[in-house]
Structures are given as C-alpha cells and as structure tokens.
C-alpha cells in the first residue's frame, strides 16, 4: 500500500482509518539538564489503517483492530522511558503501531510544545507501510 493511501483518496472501501488525535502526555525528552531532571508535555497524533470489512460485517471488537489497546501501550512506552530526541520516540512509537499484524500503514507525529521560542511547538513526523518493509 503505498503511502498516499493514508489521505482520504483511497478507493478501497475496506480500508479503515482510524485517526487518535492530541493524545497528551508527559516525559522525559531533551537532552539539557532542564529537560533530563523534568517531564515535558507532549502531543501524539496517530493515524492508522486497516483492513476493517470483518469488523463490518460481523459487529465484533474480536474483529477490529482495538485503538484503545494501543493507546494504552503507547501511553506506557512514552510515559515508562526517556528519550534524548524527538525523533526516536517517534520511531518507537510507529514501532509500537506497527507490530499489530491488523496495522496495514502508519503515521505518527509528536509534537512539543514550546520547545522553540516563538513558536507553539515543534513535531516530527514519521510513516511506515507493511508494503514498505517488503520493499526494503
């Protein structure tokens, strides 16, 4: 799948997407001693894709893939570690998405807030496929 599908001009009716949006935690991320010794907020926002037409036809959770399940691990894993940069704890969270076999494609952007000044925060965005782990 490539990643474009990810936008909203798929034709595949059976895909899904599902859309965790400003999910707000804290944790260590920086590497100044501020940053080091304090937790920080952050802001995670996810998408990801799914094929969903059994979650469809049969009405069953068993049959859908479980956002809350993996929010709550993402929750732990942010909350439970330090990261030096923004972008490794970005890694490790489409990391995390990503080991739902369900999880056809993802994308995760982290943001934190005032980390520049000037400016209401700075993200990084990151995205993987399982099309794209065959290719590579």
């Known amino acids: 799948m490539p990643l474009h599908a990810l936008g909203d ?8 997407t599902i859309r965790i949006k400003d ?10 001693e501020e940053e080091i ?9 996810m998408v990801i894709r799914y ?3 059994k979650a469809v036809a049969f009405n069953h959770i068993e049959q859908a893939l479980n956002y809350r399940t993996i929010t709550k691990e993402v ?14 704890m970005t890694r490790e969270v489409l990391d995390l ?10 994308q995760v952007e982290i943001d934190k807030p005032h980390a520049l000044r000037f400016a209401d925060s700075v993200s990084i965005t990151l995205s993987d496929s399982r099309e794209a782990r065959r290719e590579g």
């Open 9 to 16: 001009e798929h034709l595949d009716h059976d895909l899904a």
């Open 23 to 32: 999910l707000r935690l804290r944790t260590h991320v920086g590497i100044k």
């Open 37 to 45: 010794q304090n937790r920080q907020d952050v802001v995670i926002n």
């Open 51 to 53: 094929r969903a037409d």
């Open 75 to 88: 929750i732990a894993h942010v909350e439970g570690h330090r990261f030096q940069l923004l972008e490794r």
């Open 97 to 106: 998405v990503m080991s739902y076999e369900q999880v056809l494609a993802a």
